[in-house]
């Protein structure tokens, strides 16, 4: 008796075809995020209850300042694909500040949150790293001097979106928040601004993105407490931040 094998084969192309979409738009892998944090207090069961509402994707674990600077060494750096700061950290040895600009330099991304623009007075390289700087007292950059920066907490105010098409802000329109504001920071020369506010209490460019090597980095301002953890639009911002970042070869 002669057997038809193109119906079982039509079928088992289309069962192949269609495991291979899933795959497809299932992502390879979770993106292990380490967040860095210590120097500053902030609420931390709402924090992390933050980032555990950042989707499947997304995995986070939490080093402090100082013990944090062990996982910028070479052998702790595959630990984690993506650095997230949210410290105001200040002293810094000489060795840890090379291995810290190394790990970045080299590739590891990083997405900077609100006080972390405040730390490290006295190492100017980490300015460059960030892409700007809180500061807490008068500083001189490529000569130019900068005044004590003033803040102002629990302050209603709007976030524009400078570039709605940017993978960062895609899908995210102005937003109103509720924040603590900082105003008089540098920002560095050359960075791609993505946020600003017309709030006289703040700087007017309050996101932007810029490379560090060859590492993409995100500096958001916003971040200071629970109103702005639970903000539907600042979370979305955050995990927009972060898969850019780590999705070197998108635009």
Not at 68 to 86: C, G, H, I, Q, T
Not at 162 to 189: L, R
Request: net charge positive; aromatic share 14%; hydrophobic share 35%.
């Amino acid at each position: 008796m002669k057997y038809n094998m193109k119906p079982r084969l039509i079928f088992s192309l289309l069962f192949i075809a269609l495991l291979t979409s899933l795959y497809a738009i299932t992502p390879s892998k979770k993106i292990r995020i380490l967040v860095i944090t210590g120097g500053h207090d902030y609420k931390k069961e709402q924090f992390n209850q933050m980032l555990e509402g950042l989707g499947d994707n997304i995995n986070y674990q939490i080093a402090e300042f100082p013990a944090a600077f062990d996982m910028f060494l070479p052998e702790n750096r595959s630990k984690y694909d993506v650095l997230v700061f949210y410290h105001m950290w200040q002293k810094i040895t000489s060795d840890q500040e090379k291995v810290f600009s190394d790990c970045i330099k080299e590739g590891k991304p990083l997405v900077v949150l609100h006080h972390s623009i405040c730390a490290f007075d006295d190492w100017p390289e980490y300015f460059n790293i960030i892409g700007g700087k809180y500061f807490h007292k008068p500083t001189t950059i490529k000569g130019k001097e900068y005044q004590v920066c003033s803040y102002i907490h629990d302050i209603h105010f709007k976030v524009k979106v400078i570039d709605p098409k940017n993978p960062v802000t895609n899908g995210i329109s102005d937003f109103p928040i509720f924040d603590e504001t900082y105003k008089g920071y540098y920002i560095e020369e050359g960075v791609t601004p993505l946020l600003s506010t017309d709030e006289p209490s703040s700087t007017p460019v309050i996101g932007w993105s810029k490379k560090y090597g060859k590492a993409r980095v995100v500096t958001l301002q916003s971040g200071h407490d629970v109103p702005t953890f639970e903000n539907p639009a600042f979370r979305k911002l955050l995990k927009q931040s972060i898969e850019w970042v780590y999705n070197k070869g998108r635009k």
